[in-house]
């Protein structure tokens, strides 16, 4: 029995070493597979985690962003209540001053100014703090991510500081020439108008565009300043203009600010502020159509009011516009999508490593 059981074996010797080896080899690539696929599992798991936790520190990022935009609209509205004065005016109407009229004209230029200016300002300023917060954000989440290797941090608190004090140019010198262009576009549009003349909401709309227009295209003459301009200085003024004594945080912070600089020239920037812009005034439309509503219930071709009774409302749309507890105006600014998206994009830019590796 056992020599015909050897017999059979050495006539199918080959078979035998073929089948063994084919057996060991689907044994031996079934572990590489599992191995692999356990890789593959491992990594996408990671990935996943890493995104969500990139997705997790975003959204607080945002919060982060809408918070220090409301804690911000008190400082920019007494700067511009500050530069542009009314109050002083109509304290002056109540002792019945002989110059009256050209007093009342003083008020109009200023009372327009003013809210145009807190309509730019607080769509300007809202759409920086997403970039400058989402900028630092980028890189904050990239310094918490290779925190345990040793490296040594991107964006270091004094650079931060640093950086995001720039935000004070748009409440001092840009404050201050948008002031100025603001205020010749205005008073180039209504210094004509009479206080006497009555004024439907179509025609205030009118104004405002006209306004607009020489702001943001200018009038053809030589200062006209792009809107970047009132957000972010020239880069001479900055600290690059300091040709010795940088330190290494210095040479960061320069580097955010023309990172940040490229982002305000961009045409998507353009875009997404202009939107801001638009829905602001429209916003700011839609306050004063409710006086004019007021004052008439037939539809609203039919609602005008003259220029000296649409001052004082002019005037305090102000405190509506820059007001701290989160009103129509500054909750209209915070929802729109185009920003949201824009803000998104900005972060994924600079919380991806091998883009701040160029």
Request: include cysteine.
């Amino acid at each position: 029995m056992f020599s015909s059981t050897w017999n059979f074996l050495k006539r199918h010797k080959r078979k035998f070493i073929f089948a063994g080896a084919f057996v060991g080899g689907v044994y031996i690539l079934g572990k590489y597979a599992q191995k692999k696929i356990r890789e593959i599992q491992e990594r996408e798991a990671s990935e996943y985690i890493s995104q969500a936790r990139r997705q997790f520190h975003f959204e607080s990022n945002q919060r982060t962003c809408n918070m220090t935009v409301l804690s911000m609209l008190p400082t920019l509205r007494e700067a511009i209540l500050h530069h542009l004065n009314s109050e002083s005016l109509t304290t002056l109407l109540k002792s019945k001053p002989a110059n009256k009229l050209d007093i009342w004209e003083d008020l109009k230029i200023i009372s327009f100014t003013r809210s145009v200016v807190a309509v730019y300002s607080t769509c300007m300023l809202v759409v920086l703090l997403r970039v400058q917060l989402n900028i630092i954000g980028g890189y904050l989440y990239l310094d918490n991510s290779v925190s345990k290797s040793g490296m040594m941090p991107l964006a270091p608190p004094d650079v931060q500081q640093q950086y995001l004090s720039s935000i004070q140019h748009l409440l001092g010198d840009g404050l201050s020439e948008m002031i100025t262009a603001v205020k010749k576009a205005v008073q180039n549009t209504l210094g004509g108008v009479s206080l006497k003349q009555s004024l439907s909401l179509q025609e205030l709309e009118l104004h405002l565009n006209q306004i607009r227009a020489q702001v943001e295209e200018g009038d053809g003459g030589s200062t006209h300043r792009p809107l970047s301009w009132y957000m972010m200085p020239d880069e001479e003024n900055t600290l690059a203009a300091q040709a010795c004594g940088l330190t290494e945080n210095d040479v960061t912070t320069i580097k955010l600010l023309n990172e940040t600089r490229d982002m305000l020239e961009s045409p998507d920037f353009g875009t997404v502020l202009n939107t801001c812009l638009n829905r602001g005034f429209n916003r700011f439309l839609d306050n004063m159509a409710e006086f004019f509503q007021s004052v008439s219930f037939v539809d609203e071709f039919s609602w005008h009011l003259p220029v000296a009774k649409i001052i004082p409302i002019v005037n305090g749309q102000i405190h509506s516009i820059c007001s701290e507890i989160p009103s129509h105006f500054v909750q209209d600014l915070l929802m729109i999508d185009q920003l949201k998206e824009f803000a998104a994009n900005v972060y994924e830019t600079f919380s991806t490593s091998h883009e701040l590796q160029k």
